[in-house]
């Protein structure tokens, strides 16, 4: 048998970043048992194949590094762009273009003294190999704002519409359903992943491949005119450790799409001239959210239109009937307000308090602080809405009001349970104004807590805003309450005080170091 039919070989060195398994332009497939998102198995027709041997499964990553990234060792250019199939362009694969190409490699390398792969009597070590995939650190990159910012303001990349002067069109499309042609719309520019889906579907490819074919592409045409880009293997890319080395713009201007600075959200039971509104309006303040946000798809997880587009007040086909008022306060979902503001309560400053609260405790007026805009002034008139927005998130105090600390009681002794050790001496007002200090940048925090007492609820969980809450021992027992879960006086004031320093990353003091809060007798 002749060195290229004794070795249905192994590679398609084709694939940038594995690209090539779901294109529909290399005649592969992924190699669906096989750990690593860079492993491609190389599985022709039964016709192009004759069934002779098994499929390849290919390591993408190992080969991209093997060549130091000069993809053009196995891909060919169309004009001055590498096509990711290959050694060809339009041409169906063959197993003669793999055995001849891969195993010539192979030889020349050996020939060189360096490591090589399989040679032409080792089927079996590509064919059907069980050879667990190498070790790799592959981890998505995150598209953020700011590497968005540092392609929108590259020079080297150009527009492709005539008559911009920026350069959006070059990565944004539409795309046209019947004429299957992609075209670019000023302002109608969206994420990559609200078409090109986890997997391909039907004519759109997957984002894996759009952004491979994209990205990997136009950084490998830039190279290769001594034009600095971004990488072209793929640890470059993906290995974490390349990732911490891409510049990070600190200050990045707003994204051009033409989106409102402030909206007014609403949910309308009846439309016309008369709409009945089932809320009072919620003033959101867009490019606020913008300036916090990592990227749109934070809030906007599958398209770029409004919330209400999608979710109506009834539940439609299109938001999945789930409805507006679910969309904006599920606790679980990270694109809803409730939702996201829910995850903010986790970092260290705020759950403190939170942390020992259960999230269906809502305070009265909880809604009323996004929900605030007066029934009298909501007009039908779509031109005044967001005036009145913009009045509404003007007006908000930036800052929340504090108690003169003379108000604040100093020290708190804590001696109902003294028994062993000596009463607790409580600096109620240093704690105080310590959380009041953690809160005062964020704005979610001031917002919530528009006056210093609200924080008092924190420990004061179950009491109503007052300047002299009732005392612990007001509701919990010496011992606990089996029939409404509340836990003894002991359990309350340690539970609350340990898991408060834990919560907050306080080590000053620990909670097996009981005489730093009880000297002993």
């Known amino acids: 048998m002749s060195k290229l039919k004794s070795f249905q070989l192994i590679m398609i060195v084709a694939v940038i970043l594995g690209l090539l398994p779901v294109l529909g332009q290399t005649g592969t497939k992924k190699a669906g048992n096989v750990a690593g998102p860079d492993v491609i198995a190389i599985d022709l027709s039964k016709e192009m194949a004759s069934n002779e041997m098994k499929p ?51 030889a020349e390398k050996k020939a060189a003294g360096r490591e090589s792969g399989p040679l032409a009597a080792e089927c079996r070590s590509c064919h059907g190999a069980l050879a667990e995939p190498p070790d790799t650190a592959w981890t998505k990159i995150p598209f953020s704002k700011s590497l968005h ?8 990349i150009v ?62 045409k830039l190279g290769s005119k001594k034009i600095k880009a971004g990488p072209v293997t793929c640890y470059g890319c993906h290995d974490v450790r390349e990732q911490a080395k891409i510049e990070v713009v600190k200050t990045v ?18 439309s016309g001239k008369n709409p009945k509104y089932l809320m009072n309006p919620v003033a959101f303040n867009h490019v606020g959210h913008e300036t916090r946000a990592e990227s749109c798809k934070v809030c906007h997880h599958e398209s770029l239109k409004k919330c209400s587009d999608c979710h109506t007040p009834a539940g439609d086909v299109k938001g999945d009937f789930i409805r507006l008022e679910q969309a904006m306060h599920s606790v679980q979902s990270g694109q809803s307000c409730v939702g996201c503001h829910n995850q903010k309560t986790t970092a260290s400053d705020c759950a403190g308090c939170h942390a020992m609260m259960p999230s269906t405790n809502l305070l009265d007026t909880s809604c009323a602080v996004c929900h605030n805009t007066p029934d009298n002034q909501v007009v039908a008139d779509e031109k005044m809405k967001p005036v009145l927005a913009q009045k509404m998130v003007s007006s908000r105090a930036k800052t929340h009001e504090t108690i003169d600390a003379e108000k604040i009681p100093e020290i708190v002794q804590i001696s109902i349970l003294a028994d062993e050790y000596k009463p607790s001496e ?46 612990c021992a007001s509701c919990h027992g010496k011992t606990s309450d089996a029939a409404s879960g509340r836990p003894g006086l002991k359990a309350a004031y340690h539970g609350q005080c340990i898991t408060c320093h834990q919560e907050m990353g306080i080590k000053e003091v620990l909670a097996t170091d009981c005489i730093k809060c009880h000297a002993k007798k």
């Not at 290919?58 to 093997?66: D, I, L, S």
């Not at 707003?254 to 949910?267: C, E, F, I, S, Y």
């Open 253 to 270: 201007p707003r994204l051009k799409r033409n989106q409102p600075d402030v909206a007014l959200m609403t949910g309308l039971s009846s």
């Open 56 to 106: 390849v499964k290919f390591f993408h990553a190992k080969h991209n590094q093997a060549v130091e990234g000069r993809c053009e060792q196995c891909h060919v250019r169309d004009k001055e762009t590498l096509v990711f199939k290959f050694k060809r362009t339009d041409q169906p694969p063959t197993k003669e273009l793999y055995h001849e190409n891969c195993i010539s490699c192979h």
């Open 149 to 156: 910012y540092i392609h929108e303001s590259s020079e080297f």
């Open 426 to 471: 409580f600096p109620h007002r240093k704690v105080v104004q310590a959380i009041t200090k953690r809160i005062e940048k964020s704005e979610l925090a001031n917002a919530f807590h528009k006056d210093q007492q609200a924080l008092c609820m924190g420990c004061h969980h179950n009491s109503p805003r007052s300047m002299e809450p009732p005392r």
């Open 159 to 220: 527009s492709t519409a005539k008559g911009q002067t920026d350069n959006c069109s070059a990565c944004h499309h539409n795309a046209n359903e019947k004429s299957r042609q992609i075209y670019y719309t000023k302002g109608e520019e969206s994420a990559c992943v609200y078409c090109h889906k986890e997997t391909k579907t039907q004519d759109v490819r997957s984002i894996r491949d759009a952004s491979h074919d994209s990205c990997v592409a136009c950084h490998e």
